[in-house]
């Protein structure tokens, strides 16, 4: 039902989330380079389309490790500069040659033009590389990347004189949660790429368990494979049902079904914390209050599976791979809001949040949109497709 909602008197589909976008003025099509000074690109994500294949992963590489490295200092306002610029590299529909191409774009502050020149010229950029070998990034990154292990931790361990993986895992006196021993053992497994063919395994094995106790459950695989993407660091899961006693059950017995089959190698339930009296958040990073489960599952590797990438020693030599799922159950009447938070990509969420409220006087998140001008009215979903189309 999400896919379509009636108009005022004929239908209104919606065939994909992007149709949610506006395009832009310029008819350049996404598949032939075009040049520079034909593309007018909006300050917003939610109005820019952004193809798969990124032509400019040179710039925005160099870019996406300013705007760790700034997470890692947990310095929220050039992080968020670096992400914000670095999509809209990502968007332009041809390669950046010369200064001129990046002249008029948005979000682009000088000294990321100074970046954008050094690689021109020299292929790298001296300040990039600086933070790339520097000993403190090269840490934080290998610690975050454990599961379980967030910037407080990795900023405890760093001060304790730990910098290598090594060093964690042969620490005497390190007290580890349940959820980072986990992210430990299968380190290798969880830091490697899940693929479309192992998410869509994934999808089929939920849809096949809970199809057999819920059969008008709705499953929805969103994030990263949402937006066409082969590979993903997790596959993210969405669940509803019409019915109200089903969704409240629904994740426990989910879970207890693949704990039944043996495939269970972690799990976290985080109950919902759903309070109508306390929304909408004006934070547009703030996180949802579904009820959720972080699960390490073992996935059988099929015969034919073909790796993209080189499978590590302990994943060549089983016959399952360790995969990061996370399973969020939400009310029948949010799954489409859900769905619109949880599809993506962060700095696309982040946009249209930013447009709902500077452009529309509206509150979006992940429960539901909010009509800042109405006492906070919960909308419906074909609100959003006016709204943000701009037909209302
Ligand atoms: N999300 C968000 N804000 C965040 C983190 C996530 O709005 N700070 C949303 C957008 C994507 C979705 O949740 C799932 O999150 P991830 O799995 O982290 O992102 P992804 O796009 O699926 O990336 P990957 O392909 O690496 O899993
Ligand atoms: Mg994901």
């Known amino acids: 039902w999400f896919t379509e909602c009636m108009g005022a008197g004929c239908p ?19 598949n032939t380079p075009v040049s520079s000074s ?21 710039f925005t590489d160099a870019f996406d490790i300013m705007a760790e490295n700034y997470e890692f200092w947990e310095s929220k306002g050039p992080r968020v500069a670096y992400q914000r610029a670095s999509a809209v590299l990502k968007s332009l529909p041809f390669p950046i040659v010369t200064m001129k191409d990046v ?23 001296s300040k990039v590389e600086e933070v790339r070998s520097s000993e403190r990034y090269k840490s934080f990154k ?45 380190y290798e497994d969880i830091a490697s790429y899940v693929t479309k063919k ?16 819920v059969s008008d459950a709705i499953v929805t695989v969103t994030g990263g494979f949402r937006r066409g993407k082969n590979i993903g660091h997790d596959v993210d899961i969405l669940i509803t049902c019409p019915q109200k006693r089903d969704e409240i059950q629904i994740l426990h017995k989910t879970i207890n079904s693949l704990k039944k089959m043996n495939l269970v190698l972690f799990h976290d339930i985080v109950e919902s914390t759903f309070d109508d009296t306390k929304r909408p958040s004006r934070y547009v990073d703030s996180l949802d209050h579904f009820q959720k489960s972080f699960l390490i599952l ?44 949880w599809t ?27 009509d800042k001008s109405k006492h906070l009215q919960c909308c419906e979903l074909q609100m959003i497709v006016y709204e943000f189309l701009g037909i209302g």
């Not at 990061?324 to 159950?329: E, M």
């Not at 969420?349 to 452009?359: G, I, K, P, T, V």
């Open 298 to 341: 073992q996935l059988q590797k099929e015969e034919e599976n073909t790796y993209i990438h080189k499978p590590n020693k302990s994943e060549a030599q089983r016959s399952w791979k360790a995969i990061r799922v996370d399973l969020v159950v939400t009310p029948y009447e949010q799954y489409a809001f859900a769905i619109l938070g």
């Open 103 to 125: 002249e008029d774009l948005p979000h682009l502050r000088e000294e990321m033009k100074y970046i954008i020149e050094e690689i021109i010229e020299d292929r790298k950029s």
């Open 142 to 186: 290998i610690f975050t990347s454990i599961f379980g292990v967030g910037l407080k931790t990795t900023e405890k361990w760093y001060r304790m004189g730990y910098r290598t993986l090594e060093d964690i895992t042969s620490s005497n006196c390190l007290k580890f949660t349940s959820m980072q021993k986990h992210g430990l053992l299968y």
């Open 12 to 30: 209104i589909k919606i065939e994909s989330r992007h149709q949610l976008m506006v395009q832009e003025d310029c008819p350049a099509s996404f």
């Open 198 to 213: 192992e998410a869509d395994a994934v999808e089929r094995l939920i849809k096949t368990i809970i199809w057999g106790f």
């Open 38 to 58: 034909c593309v007018r690109v909006s300050p917003y994500a939610c109005q820019r389309r952004t193809p798969l294949r990124d032509i400019n992963r040179i």
């Open 344 to 370: 993506g990509s962060q700095q696309f969420e982040r946009d249209l949040r930013r447009f709902a409220s500077h452009e529309k006087k509206m509150m979006l998140d992940n429960h539901a949109l909010y």
